[in-house]
């Protein structure tokens, strides 16, 4: 199997999706590469399959566009998104390697809605000069903006001898009890054959940055989320419910008025609301999120690593590296084991996978062994097995949002049990779910896979914007 890095599975992005948003523009940006050196006037974007139905919904057309104009979903002021797109839509002239063209979003991009045979979100760009086709290429995003070129290997595919191996929790297990260590060490010991010590711990810490930002953003703001659905933002009103006369004017002074607050068992249940809300809003705002491992899951993994923060023996940072390692590594081997992309595999893909990944990390923290670590993905995957993914209007808001609380407090359910349990004494084990999972996601009836065309979406129609 590849070998992928934690940091192919946590990724800094804008959303609201990160197969929908983050995988297409990161497509744009790439087959801008192959355009250097091409004469070319217009360009030419086909979606098929969910990327079509529900690609306005999650952006997908506004994140190809960014692509294309060379913008980075890393570094782009994410206020300016509105102010770039309807520039291209009114002068319907796109730069594209400080080549200007004529581009005008509603005929240069074509929703097809249909589904090629090869994956369900396909999109394919077609380079034109004077109407002779001059480069064509298909991508195909795969789930947490991993992106693969048709006929190439994974474009994010690097070639890598590690030192530890790892396709199934079974060889953590065995590495582990080898070697007398820890999931996390071995993580490490596999990462620096990625990228150098001072790379990791600097990656890791803009990685939580951006997470800690991203909640304190949602926990500061009002208003109605955009699309259409009219779904109000309720992360602030639940912060200052719980910070009452507190006041503060930055996130290092709300982390402290936090610090200060009861730690009750209803207290701590309505921060880790409130902060997997924050991130979601945030992300269904266009705002800048990490892929945990997608965006629709983002909140999941900040509401644990923060309640363990806040409410549990936080020891510094070294605290935050073995639970990005640890969760990391889940993640990496859902992604290769099954999948982590809602149209292949529903919502349990992405929020059980997530839930998994945080259950995990959070056990290294409060002490578990290896053993009991899988075994808290294990019981959070478990009980996530068959979730749909049927987002009203085709929009990351209903039921997603919401979703991602759930996600957080089975977590941390999971990672209490198998704290308290014995793992010789599980019936199942953590690989055996993951294969579970990818026959689960096999079975399923493609409607339920972030169509609308299903479910919630189904039930409670809702027109989608004009394409």
């Known amino acids: 199997m590849e070998r992928i890095s934690i940091f192919d599975i946590y990724k800094i992005g804008v959303g609201p999706s990160s197969s929908h948003t983050l995988g297409p523009w990161k497509a744009a940006l790439d087959f801008t590469k192959k355009l250097a050196h091409k004469s070319f006037d217009t360009i030419d974007i086909h979606l098929f399959g969910s990327l079509s139905k529900t690609g306005v919904g999650h952006g997908t057309d506004i994140a190809v566009q960014l692509g294309l104009a060379g913008y980075n979903p890393v570094t782009i002021p994410t206020e300016e998104i509105g102010f770039y797109v309807q520039q291209i839509d009114s002068l319907k002239t796109l730069s594209v390697n400080e080549t200007s063209i004529k581009f005008d979003p509603s005929e240069n991009i074509i929703f097809h809605g249909v589904s090629l045979p090869e994956h369900p979100n396909t999109l394919i760009f077609k380079a034109y000069a004077y109407e002779a086709l001059v480069l064509e290429t298909t991508y195909y995003s795969v789930g947490g903006g991993f992106i693969e070129e048709k006929g190439m290997e994974s474009v994010d595919h690097r070639e890598r001898i590690l030192p530890y191996p790892i396709d199934l929790g079974q060889d953590l297990l065995d590495y582990t009890t080898a070697n007398q260590v820890s999931i996390s060490e071995i993580v490490h010991q596999n990462e620096l054959q990625f990228q150098s010590e001072d790379e990791i ?3 890791i810490e803009q990685i939580y940055n951006t997470m800690v930002e991203c909640v304190y953003k949602g926990c500061n703001s009002e ?37 200060r607050q009861p730690n009750d068992f209803n207290t701590i249940n309505k ?10 809003e945030e992300n269904a705002s266009l705002g800048r999120v990490v892929t945990s491992p997608t ?11 923060l309640y363990y923060y806040f409410f549990c ?4 940072k070294e605290d935050l590296q073995k639970f990005m390692y640890t969760s990391g590594e889940i993640g990496c081997i859902f992604k290769k084991g099954a999948t982590i992309s809602a149209a292949v595999g529903g919502c349990q893909a992405e929020i059980g996978v997530s839930s998994a990944m945080a259950a995990g990390g959070l056990t290294e923290l409060l002490g578990g062994t290896p053993q009991q670590v899988l075994m808290a993905a294990e019981i959070a995957m478990e009980h996530h097995l068959g979730l749909t993914c049927d987002p009203i209007g085709g929009l990351v808001q209903i039921p997603c949002i919401e979703r991602n609380t759930m996600g957080a407090m089975k977590a941390i359910t999971a ?17 055996l779910v993951v294969k579970t999972m990818w026959d689960t996601a096999q079975d399923m009836n493609g409607k339920y896979k972030e169509t609308a065309e299903g479910g919630l979406a189904f039930n409670l129609p809702v027109a989608f914007p004009s394409c």
């Open 313 to 316: 023996d936080y020891q510094g």
């Open 295 to 305: 965006n629709g899951a983002a909140g999941v993994i900040p509401a644990v690593l």
């Open 415 to 431: 990672s209490n049990l198998a704290l308290t349990g014995n793992p010789h004494d599980a019936i199942v084990g953590f690989d």
């Open 201 to 203: 711990v600097e990656r």
């Open 223 to 259: 208003g109605v989320l955009p699309g259409g659905l009219n779904v109000k933002r309720r992360a602030k009103k639940i912060c200052q419910s719980l910070l009452k006369d507190e006041s503060y004017s930055n996130a290092k002074e709300w982390m402290e008025a936090i610090r």
């Open 271 to 280: 921060w880790i609301s409130c902060f997997a809300l924050a991130v979601n």
